[in-house]
DNA sequence: TCCAAATCCGTGCGACTGACTAGGGAATGC
DNA sequence: GCATTCCCTAGTCAGTCGCACGGATTTGGA
């Protein structure tokens, strides 16, 4: 399952996506109060996907959070990579965070490794594979 | 990522399933001992798994676990849910424990919706459909 | 009969994480 | 210079994870 600051991550981006190209950024106000999300907590979460470069911040007044690319090039996949961590549910077959298992003794022939990788495989094209564009288009908040 | 209760419970079952049918119930000082997993943690997760009627035990001299069912007829899946819980990212996809998501406008056009339903059909697919005895038949240690 | 081998049962515990709060700083625009 | 915004550092509070201790209970065998 996901956590809760994966499910609000996901709704803040969506929130953001959702706004109109030319519009001035979105502030955190506004993200908060419309995806229901506690402000301060916000706040950290936002921090991540800024620091990930998911999003960019401008400071002062009339300020906010933009993507920081078209909504057509973050993927749910992305979102929930930063804040959630990797994807696989066992480290030896997670790309971003490999870590062999100690007593296996053949990861080429490990069943088990087997069936985790096509798991992983096929998690990460599903989720990869969904834009925010492609999920802003039908709903607007969710998850 | 799995949690690591459930990574011990799954080489619990994976060692208990490669001991041949007709030997007495295998120990778990022995499970503990061949799979690396501290005795009295171990007590814990085989009592779930005793729980959910994935093994059996006889006590006092001589005793030990056995599967409740053959290798073949327990699935990874069987084994992760009930010690990690339900295999969905979301609840409202999960259904062992579907909860609405509050803010949803209509679960049927939801985009993140339909993705989180996919990957989860497909791990589903995936972990239902590998069995214990799969899993020994070539490795024996892993995850 | 009594011991040893085994499962069962409750309790505790330190570390971590998850979710959230508090309070002030620093930049920017009017 | 003042309001509006983001930024930063802590700290709380409850729960879970991973694990250990000390028994009680059941059973088989010497």
């Given amino acids: ?26 502030p955190m106000s506004r993200i908060a109060s419309e995806a229901q999300i506690p402000r301060k907590f916000l706040e950290i979460i936002l921090a991540e996907l800024k620091n990930a470069n998911l999003v960019v911040s401008t400071r002062g007044k009339h300020g906010g959070f933009k993507l920081a690319r078209p909504a057509h090039m ?8 930063v804040i959630e961590g990797p994807l696989a549910l066992v480290p030896c077959v997670s790309r971003t965070a490999y870590k062999r298992c100690k007593d296996c003794r053949d990861e080429e022939t490990c069943a088990i490794r087997r069936a985790m990788m096509i798991v992983r495989d096929d998690t990460a094209r599903i989720l990869d594979g969904t834009s925010l564009a492609a999920a802003t288009e039908e709903s607007l908040a969710a998850a």
């Fill in 74 to 81: 973050i993927s749910l996949g992305d979102i929930i990579r």
């Fill in 1 to 26: 399952m996901l956590t809760q600051r994966s499910r609000y991550g996901l709704r803040a981006m969506l929130l953001i996506a959702s706004d109109p190209v030319g519009n001035p950024p979105v």
